[in-house]
């Protein structure tokens, strides 16, 4: 294995655990963002600089500091006193079987014993994202827009909503 | 000629981009807000006037002018969605008719909504409306007219909700937006089903448009439920949304209640534009409509399908009914109101008896008419300061003697009355073609009860507002609470010439359509150039022209014989037959039973599923719960017997096996989750385990 | 529209700029150390002792009366007065101050001390000088450092000084005629003891008093 | 190949370990990024040694995926403060009433 | 001169040259580190001391001009100031709040400086001379590195346990959030235009002639010029300069964010901050400005960097300038003008880009009128909805209390 590819795993899978474990939600959010960092790295690796560099943008620049304010907004900058997992046990031991189970298939599967080591460098231009994207894929990309937009209203009217009866 | 369609798309482009200017200005530039409108729509009708020209001219032996200009929108996987534009006589008619109206109804909304302090919203919608209009009558596919159909939807919607703040207004707009999307409900299931059936929107391409030979053929061809041909399903489907639009009777219960708006709006949608739509969509499906095995209908001769006949049977019972509730109403803008849903009752009749061109042309002529007395109707009201009820108005014929010059000359045309007056051709022609439908003959007869009930409650709206004798001193000092109101005067003249412009129109329109001189119907039937002067028609043009001309008379001699001799305060028809007034008063009921069914059903419904949620499922669930709770309760009493300490164990389990099941229901997402996921695991090594095998 | 005030307010800041390099009424800095203002004669920092003659420890006008300590407002004034007396300026015996110190670090500059000084001894210094790495002892002035002569009173301000030697002239010549006065109605004494005069005693009791009147609301 | 997938495993199991134990809200939507991103990573990894990595597919779904994560996220949050503005509390646990 | 325009290239090269082939890449990157880390660095030294003596001059006075050589008595115009600066923060205490999350508030000014460094390695401070270009992401790269800069924010604000500290994260956060937008908006038009996202490539597309002796800036198009008065805006609301220094207002927020830092960590934020907007007037020059073009055909022959980097004091000393002149703004008419108007004119400005490229075949007179026409419109109706808001103040009670004929000399 790949000493680079190894220590960006590793940062990435650590960061997760930690994000998922530790009682302050903030230090919680900021090792997801490091995870989120470490995945577009891995992105990086793989020849997809646009999914990177998009993931960074909008994860890092948007979503992590949109979970930021949400914590904020519900108190949530104290570590919070108390139990912080539900039966934590089950929990583990069901993601762990999941995990087994996903492990399972990839050791056993047959397709990607016959994928090649190391392809070569396949081309992505942001020219050919964007021809996909107006030109095949245009109706998914309005949908999403709709999404979006909707998203938007909703996420506004949804967390406003409650202001105006009391 | 090509280049004209091609650039057909600048008309509702126009009011479009005022509209959208007009949205980013604020409120105090009026100015800008009203000349911008006007403008573009001026501009509009001069291009539309252009259009109009083009169509006059057919080449030679190519019968009906029909441009069209198709061209891709976007790719749909492997089909190409195409838009187009069309300009025939229908488009090009329509076309001058919304442009000219509008614009002048736009100068009178000048006057009548200088006061608003919302003057510039106001605009912006009325533009946004115009562009819609006009861009729905351009259009060559289903699919874009349904779009500008929605779209002038909403802006009748915004408009008739224009003054939110009144509670009966932002009812008025719901209700018209519920009612009609009733019908577009059926409208949309049309198209979809004329996609399904033809595979294009597009009314003509060359051949292989959807009202074309081809499609239509392919369509009669085909039955569903009942027997019945395909294109008749997706002609009344289709006219399902048309009747929302127009107002036909199940659906016309929005249009009276519509009058809660601005009278120039009133004007504009509820009788010039918007409730024409539902009429030019019959007139532009007609092909589809008149489809039988027979093949498309031909020019001048009108077959009689089982789509027409629904058209005209319900076109008919509007008209009787519009006109037998406009007798008993007091709102001056609602008689109109009631006034245009029997009117729009004929066109529809006039569709299905006599073909678009008899149709279309009460259309038009009714569109000049009804705006002016909607518009001379809004002159009266802005001129005794807000009042609309006829009882307390009275005498105004001095007041303002240039509302009603104007005002007799739209009212004479309503009822029809003789000769110079373009209602009555228009409804002369449609009762002609009525009387000549071989199925039944029952519909002249109730257009002629019409005409009758249309001039009777003409002339007692006249006799009301400008000829009695008024009683109430407030009414001519305008509103009771501010008795040192001004007292009734004569509009501005930005509203008075408006109305000159289109009484004038109102009469000229009469010489386009005569016996002597149709012209109308040979621009519409492409035979333009066989069109002469004289006199061709048989005797039953002549019985019905004295048919209707007696029943004119007789509703015009028997309202004011009925009304000048009644004492002031009380209806001499509510003396007379106070029951039926009530009735009619009351709308017939429609409104009332509509309540007392649909929604009530809706409520039932509502509490019939509340009580299946409670009580069905709730129980099912609560006695999974009791289940459990009463087999441990059992353990319990055995082992409160103490036979054997044995029993303990069994009494756990037990225990146990109600907590169990309660752990499904305690609403913890994380507890359902791990069992999704612990299910998921288990599925997918069964699925290994005996896959392996 | 906006940026039009933008534009204009960097157009006036640009000329700001520019014009320190060419108008000197845009650059009125002056750099401290080396350029100095010249001080105005009203400058007035922190009080000193004056002393007349070379000597300071000897001609300090100061007499203890410690009356400025009294009126100090943030008391930054420490006096002890002598045991013994001297004869001051105007030829009295005085007590005199064993110790005089002011602590600069505290005092504020009030000048209600040289209001308050009936015998013109403290003043105002235009020194301002005195940053030290000692902040107390550095700043705490005794009276060696606190006296300085009369010349230097005389230099950094010149009417004040004049003023000041008018009301001690005054002083001194009342004194001295005083002091005559008191010669003479002793002498007189002496005679009337020796040949009793009538006519001579109410004179030298009207005068007696009159110096000794004037002197307590003398100014300054 | 292999690694790639293994790590995108470990994360979703993480992200799904997370989601069914944590009590906070927050911290279950958050896990849900990290499901969501771990499939991201297989997409991306299945690009690159798929058969066909010039039809761009992978990636195509990953830059949707994230429009979408970010909509999701955007209203989940948004429903976590209108939970704790109801019940005082971002705890999913004690948010298990059904009734108002 | 082309050798001089190379200049760096090629001791670049000749130095590599020593290292085995196999170490070539990584020494090359190495080089181009030590390289951006000497020379910005460097940059914002001068650019301390120069914009100090700069605000002082705009206000009448000589700003600092004591410190030079130490021990000495030269004084290098005071430019000793920034060693002595360096020195001073570098051996201040480092003070961390009791309550303070000690590793999140160490960790916050390393986030924001190194992405400032990894934004300016995109930046072609010369023909042939970007430490990393990505020929397809370049300008993504940028501006998703710019991301990390808010998450730092957060965490120092966060981290301090102060309430200054958190209001001015917080709107910090919401200052960039909202002039991102318009930001990439406006250089999405560059994008648009130039048909890819790499910054040398941009670059490069600048160096075209046009009107017989100028080279093809895009400033030089109705679009280009909108969307670098819209870019440059955001880009100082970006770095959070005056008028948009509310995130470290001193008047309220003591210093915002990075209130509760000291010493080194305070330099370090001071680097960041002095970094972001180097990086950012760099990105405008590339975008805009033609980035290492000459403006005119005839001054081709002065080497390329020499050209970035004029360009980069030029903005250095326009950003001061504005500094001296305009007040700070408030928190809703900062928000007021992201959203009402910058968001507007950055769309309007895409159209009118479109404009520009279908009336590609249009003669000039005509393409250039429509194109400002378009423009101007919105821009006009909207700066009319402004000027409400942003009308002149009147201090009622201050001028009715005043007496009469104090009003008249009060005048100047």
Redesign the interface.
Known sequence: ?NPI?AIL?GV??GA??A??ALRN?VH??LC?TV??VG?AL??LR???E??GF??IL??VG??AI??M???L????GEA?PG??????WS??A???A??AM??WA??RSPA?RG???D?AQ???SVK??GD??TGD?VL?LQV?AL??T???V???V??M???ETE | MDRIVEHLWIIPALPLLAAGIIALLKRPHRKAAAALAIGSLGLAFLVSCVAFAATLHPAAGAGTVRLTHNFAWFDLGESTLRLGWLLDPLTAGMLVMVTFVGSLIFVFSVGYMAHDPNFTRFFGFLSLFAAAMLGLLVANNLLFLFMCWEVVGLASYLLIGFWFQKPEAAAAAKKAFVTTRIGDLGFFLGMVWLYHGTGTLLFYDKGAGCLEQGAIASLVAQTTLGGMAVSTAISLLLFCGAAGKSGQVPLHVWLPDAMEGPTPVSALIHAATMVAAGVFLVARVFPLLGASAAGLPADGHVPHTAALAVVTWIGAITAVFGALVAVAQSDIKRILAYSTVSQLGYMMMGLGVGGPAVGMFHLLAHAFFKALLFLGAGSVIHGCHGEQDIRRMGGLRKAMPATFATYAVGMMALAGFPLVFSGFWSKDEILHAALAWSPSRLPFALGLFGAFLTAFYMIRQMWFVFFAPSAHPAARHGHDTRPDAAAPHDSPPVMTVSLAILAGATVAMSLLATPVWPWFHAYLGGHLDHLHVGWDADGAVLATMALSTVAVALGTGVSWRLYSRSATGTDAVERLVPRLFGALRGRLYVDGFYAATVFRLNRAAATAFDWIDRFVWGSLAGSTAWIATGFSWLGRLLDDAGINPGFDAGCAGTRGTGRLVSLFQ?????RY??LV?GGIVAIVVAVAWTGKK | MIGIGIAKGLVQTARNLLGTYTDKDRLPTIEYPEERQALTEATRQFPFLVHDGDDPAKGLRCVACQICEKECPPKCIYIVKSRDKRVDYKGQMQFYPATFDIDYSVCMSCQICVEVCPFESIKMDTEFEFSTADRFRGLLFDKHRLAKSDAHYHRIHPTDAAESDAVMAAERAKAEAKAKADAEAKAKAAAAKLAPTPAASPEAQMEAPKPGSDTPTMPM | ???????S????????????????A??????V??ML?AA??NF??F????PN??A?D???F???A??????????G??????I???CRS?N??EA???KG | MASLDQIFVALKDWLVAFVPVALQPLAGALLSIVAIMAVFPGIFALTTVVERKLLARFQNRPGPNRVGIPLTKIRLAGFGQFAADGIKSLTKEDIVPRNADRIVHFVAPFVLVAPAFLSLSVVPVGRNMAALDFRETGLLFFFAVGAATELSVFMAGWSSRNKYSLLGAMRGIAQMLSYELPLILSSLVVVMMAGTLSLATIAERQSGVQWGVVHSWHVFTPWGFAGFLIFLTAACAESNRTPFDLPEAESELVAGYFTEYSGFKFALFFLGEYLGMFAISGVAITLFLGGWNAPFTFLDWVPSWMWFFGKLVGFILFFIWLRATLPRLRVDQLMDLAWKFMLPMSLVNLVVAGVWHLAASWPHLLRWPLCVAILALPYWLLSRGFQTRFKTRTYRFAEESRPAPATAAAGP
């Not at chain 1, 907004?73 to 949530?76: F, I, K, N, W």
């Not at chain 1, 139990?83 to 934590?88: C, K, Y």
């Not at chain 4, 949050?77 to 209108?82: C, D, E, N, P, R």
């Open positions: 294995m590819f795993a990435t899978v997760a655990v994000a998922m939600l919680s959010v997801l995870s989120l995945l891995l992105y793989l020849g997809a646009f999914a998009v993931q909008v994860y948007a979503v949109l979970i304010f949400a914590v907004l519900t108190r949530g919070p139990r912080i997992a539900n039966a934590p929990g583990l069901v993601a762990a999941v995990f996903i492990a990839i050791a990607l994928m090649a080591k392809p396949p081309p992505l050919a994202i996909k994207l894929l998914p999403v999404l979006l909707a998203a938007l909703g996420g506004v949804i967390a909503s409650e202001k | 305690n609403g913890q997402t994380q989750l791990r996921g | 190949m292999t690694p790639y997938l293994i790590v495993a470990l994360l979703f199991s993480i992200g799904f370990a997370g989601v069914l134990t944590r009590r906070n927050i911290l279950v939507l958050v896990g990024e990290l991103n991201n990573l991306v990894a690009w690159r040694h798929g990595p010039a761009l992978g990636v195509m990953v830059v949707f994230i429009a979408v994560a970010a909509a999701e996220a955007a209203v949050l948004a429903l976590v403060i209108a704790h503005r109801h971002g999913v646990d298990s009433g059904m």
